[in-house]
């Protein structure tokens, strides 16, 4: 079972930023698939954003595209979200997610496992 870690959430003002880490405890971080999902109660998990191994494609959720950024530093195991001119409708708990696949050609993934979620609350 792969172990993942968030960190980064917090409370931000609308249009200001943040960014999350996610660090996997797996070996060749590098041939998985990462990516960021958020869920707000009542409604379903959405697709933020994900990078492919290989080439490292991206992919944006289009709510978040032009806005957020995800990048991953192989080295370090890590996966980033740096989120930028945040909006009261981005506040929602962040999962971190790991696959063994690489995404869909929207970015889609099939998730093997979840992180503990971190909450980002963007205040008006």
């Known amino acids: 079972q792969v172990q993942l870690v968030e960190s980064g959430g917090g409370l931000v003002q609308a249009g200001g930023s943040l960014r999350l880490s996610c660090a996997a405890s797996?070996?060749?971080?590098?041939?998985?698939?990462m990516g960021w999902y958020r869920q707000v109660p009542g409604k379903e998990r959405e697709f933020v954003a994900s990078v492919s191994f290989g080439y490292d494609y991206t992919y944006y959720g289009d709510s978040v595209k032009g806005r957020f950024t995800i990048s991953r530093d192989n080295a370090g195991n890590t996966v980033y979200l740096q989120m930028n001119s945040l909006k009261p409708e981005d506040t929602a708990v962040y999962y971190c997610?790991?696959?063994?696949?690489?995404?869909?050609?929207?970015?889609?993934?099939?998730?093997?496992?979840w992180g503990q979620g971190t909450q980002v609350t963007v205040s008006s």
């Open positions: 997610a790991f696959s063994r696949v690489r995404p869909d050609n929207n970015g889609r993934m099939r998730p093997h496992s």
């Open positions: 797996v070996r060749t971080f590098s041939g998985y698939s």
